[in-house]
């Protein structure tokens, strides 16, 4: 997958990010209004910051790691497991998402199931940077 797909699918699951959390505002009648708004709020800036913080990792590195071999070597390395570290938390947070709604009878809680896919598709951009290098 190359970067301009990673965009591409950030963007599609963005809406679709939106749409659900739009529909969570509407069907949830557990919390009052504010509750939902606030929920709708971290809903979509939690789907946006974890991309933004690991896609956006690679270009806050780059001039460090640049000195000299070792930060360049060690760096790298760090950033590979941190990447693999991402890429295995959204697979686990998708398990444990729907496992919660499932077990607890409270299906509403799906509604965040597009914050690990930001979280995936973060981390898949820092991997592919890393790669490219």
């Known amino acids: 997958m190359t970067k301009s797909d990673i965009k591409k699918y950030y963007r599609i699951i963005g809406y679709v990010n939106l749409v659900l959390s ?26 946006h910051m974890l ?17 000299n071999n070792f930060n360049r070597n060690t760096g790298g390395m760090m950033l590979r497991i941190f990447a693999m570290f991402g890429m ?8 444990v998402f729907i496992s919660n709604a499932i077990s607890l009878n409270e299906y509403y809680r799906l509604f965040t199931i597009c914050i690990p896919f930001g979280l995936f598709l973060g981390s898949y951009s820092l991997w592919t940077d890393l790669k490219e290098e």
């Open 88 to 95: 295995l938390a959204s697979f686990f947070l998708i398990y």
């Open 51 to 67: 991309y933004i913080f690991y896609a956006g990792i690679y270009n806050g590195t780059t001039r460090f790691r640049k000195k």
């Open 22 to 47: 739009i529909l969570y505002l509407i069907i949830s009648r557990e919390n009052e209004l504010t509750e939902r708004i606030f929920a709708v709020i971290a809903i979509n800036v939690g789907y």
